[in-house]
């Protein structure tokens, strides 16, 4: 199952201490299920190696914050080309009332929402 918690989320990590202490900020992405995290300020170099080779590692350490916030709302965090349960059954949570009463009118062929 996916969750559609990212905009609520966002502003919980955007507003926390772990957001100042690292320097990451997250940013909403497709669908309410995805987020980037990305650096609150730029890199100030593109010539300077040190700069360019410490990527990797802060890609590391965001994605380690990352998992520790998000495990205390039980959700674990991945990396997928595609979801592989998009479009099945039961594959997303959807809390908004507005929409799961939209959905159910269209007995579940969202299709003409495109």
């Known amino acids: 199952m996916l969750s559609n918690r990212a905009t609520e989320l966002l502003a919980v990590f955007n507003g926390s201490e772990l957001s100042d202490q690292y320097g990451i900020q997250l940013m909403p992405e497709f669908g309410g299920w995805m987020v ?3 650096p609150k300020a730029p890199y100030t170099s593109t010539i300077d190696a040190d700069e360019l080779l410490s990527c990797e590692e802060k890609l590391q350490e965001r994605r380690k914050v990352l998992e520790e916030f998000f495990k205390q709302y039980d ?9 592989p349960g ?8 959807i809390r908004d009332e507005a929409i799961i009463e939209k959905a159910k009118s269209l007995e579940g062929d969202l299709s003409s929402l495109n």
């Open 36 to 38: 980037e995290a990305v």
């Open 75 to 83: 959700i674990s965090i991945m990396s997928l080309s595609q979801a």
């Open 86 to 93: 998009l479009g099945t059954k039961d594959h997303i949570e």
